[in-house]
């Protein structure tokens, strides 16, 4: 049976899916959104269809990727849930891409005779080329029924992306993983980048500059324990320093100082340093 892939929202999750299950030869049916500008841009993007009705979208395609916001997909089940006359649904996988939720949200569409499925990818997903190039190296958190009509795991092995099980009970803990590295990540980089343009060091210059470093803690981890990779004043004991640091703060960055404390803290706990920890306090 050729696998006939559709999206349900057309932002950057499904624009990227798209185009990177397009590379990989699949067939791109089209969208659905409730904007339906947004559904026109990514059809063309993909040379496929916007979709007027969620009815027509999911009678046209096998694969229906549910690609909203979290807080969404429970209107797109119950939506879908309410169409009548969808012929063949025992031949239709419809999977949503929370990291949050598991496939319960889908169980009514599981009663109504779909097969059901998520799909995670672990990736920070921006808007340009990039992106897409990057989709060959991402992981899959997946969930799914056994004897499904679609096995969403054997289609992403075939793209050539690794996978792995997230049982129910741990889907939310999962989640928030990742969000401590994707976007607390990014509030850690806004944070040092405004602390370097106080010390008079341009954006273009931060950039540049913390590429290597940022790669440089990457490689660090590989193979060790936080404790193990760690570098800085913390890990030497340096307490002159990191007082330092925080009169800096109290002096210039205010706002920044609990942050910076509780951070430190925590790094102490971390490498089990208990004369650093009342530093932080």
């Known amino acids: 049976m050729e696998t006939k892939i559709a999206f349900i929202g057309a932002g950057k999750v499904a624009k990227t899916l798209s185009l990177y299950f397009k590379e990989k030869n699949f067939k791109i049916v089209g969208c659905f959104s409730r904007n339906f500008e947004s559904a026109k841009k990514m059809a063309e993007l993909t040379h496929s269809i916007a979709f007027v009705t969620l009815h027509n979208l999911i009678s046209e395609s096998n694969m229906i990727w549910i690609t909203t916001s979290d807080d969404e997909i429970e209107n797109v089940v119950s939506a879908i849930f309410q169409l009548k006359n969808i012929e063949k649904k025992e031949q239709k996988l419809i999977l949503h891409t929370s990291g949050v939720h598991s496939i319960n949200l889908l169980l009514p569409l599981k009663k109504q005779g779909y097969s059901v499925?998520?799909?995670?990818?672990?990736?920070?997903?921006?808007?340009?080329?990039?992106?897409?190039?990057?989709?060959?190296?991402?992981?899959?958190?997946?969930?799914?029924?056994?004897?499904?009509?679609?096995?969403?795991?054997?289609?992403?092995?075939?793209?050539?992306?690794?996978?792995?099980?997230?049982?129910?009970?741990?889907?939310?803990?999962?989640?928030?993983a990742a969000v401590f590295l994707s976007n607390y990540l990014v509030t850690l980089l806004d944070v040092s980048y405004a602390v370097f343009a106080k010390a008079g060091i341009s954006p273009e210059q931060t950039h540049d500059a913390l590429q290597p470093l940022i790669e440089s803690v990457f490689d660090n981890m590989s193979g060790k324990s936080g404790a193990e990779a760690l570098t800085g004043p913390i890990k030497r004991g340096d307490k002159k320093t990191i007082l330092n640091h925080i009169e800096e703060l109290e002096s210039k960055f205010p706002q920044f100082v609990d942050l910076y404390k509780a951070l430190g803290k925590q790094t102490s706990i971390m490498i089990e340093n208990e004369n650093l920890k009342n530093i932080f306090e």
Request: with cysteine.
């Open 117 to 176: 499925a998520a799909a995670h990818p672990l990736m920070a997903f921006g808007e340009d080329e990039r992106t897409v190039k990057r989709m060959n190296k991402v992981f899959f958190a997946t969930e799914e029924e056994e004897n499904s009509v679609l096995s969403v795991s054997q289609f992403l092995n075939q793209c050539g992306n690794k996978t792995f099980t997230i049982e129910q009970q741990n889907k939310r803990l999962y989640h928030t």
